[in-house]
Every structure is written in C-alpha cells, then in structure tokens.
C-alpha cells in the first residue's frame, strides 16, 4: 500500500534535535525537485539527497545501537528497503524524465520517509529519551 504523502510538519517531530534537524533537511532537499530543473540540476539534487540520506541513516543506527535498542535489527531491515528504493532510483534516473524523478522522490519521502518517521521512528523515541535523562544528556 502507498502511504498518503505530506510535507514536513511538527507532527513529525520526535523531540531529539539532531535527528529533527536531519529529518526536516530530506524534506526540504525533496522540495527542490518541485518545478522546472534541468537535467543536471536534477542529478545533482539527486546524488545530494542520497548521501544526505544515507548520513542520516547511519546515523540514527549508531544511536540505537549505542543503547542497545531491542528493536535495531527490525528498524535496520526498514532502513534497508529504503537504502533499495533510492539506489534503484539513483541506478534508473538516467532513463526518467524530470518529472518521474519528482514523482518517484515525493513517493520515497513524502511517502514511505514520512510513514516511517511517523511509525517505525516514533518507536525508539522513548528508550532514546530514557537513556538521555538516566545520562544527563539533555535531548
Ligand atoms: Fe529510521
Ligand atoms: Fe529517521
């Protein structure tokens, strides 16, 4: 099933900063492929997203691995798919018009990213903030 797609909004918000700040950055990164571009623009915008991405991924796996989140290997195999669907999308843009790429980039964050923050990430907001406070770090 496709999810609904949505922009950034404070719904989405988790209330740990530098995972905020990192989520709220792919949206707008999304933002760009909106209107007229050009090819290269585009694949730039592209290859920019991507790595952005991936960054952001790997760093929210860090964190739940340094509090050994019961649920890593599940939220892992999440981050996989979406690792898939973007590498599928970086392999075929070649072969896409502008306006498929903008088309398959609102499906894969304002979609699928949007679903998971809301779902899969929500999940790990809690233990994430219990270690916080049981450290003192302030988050
Ligand atoms: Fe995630
Ligand atoms: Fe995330």
Redesign the pocket.
């Known amino acids: 099933m496709q999810p609904a797609k949505a922009d950034w909004s404070p719904a989405i918000e988790?209330g740990l900063p530098e995972?905020d700040a990192?989520?709220r950055r792919l949206f707008e990164l999304a933002a760009t492929f909106r209107g007229e571009g050009d090819q290269i623009r585009v694949m730039k915008s592209l290859a920019m997203l991507s790595d952005y991405a991936n960054t952001?991924?790997r760093d929210?796996e860090a964190m739940l691995r340094a509090i050994d989140y019961p649920g890593l290997d599940a939220h892992c195999e999440q981050?996989r798919l979406f690792r898939a669907m973007l590498k599928a999308l970086l392999d075929e843009a070649r072969t896409l018009s502008l306006d498929q790429i903008a088309g398959r980039i609102a499906d894969l964050i304002n979609g699928w990213?949007y679903h998971?923050?809301l779902t899969?990430?929500a999940e790990y907001v809690p233990a994430v903030k219990a270690q916080r406070g049981a450290t003192g770090i302030v988050g």
């Open positions: 988790t995972i990192q989520h952001h991924l929210e981050h990213f998971h923050i899969v990430d």
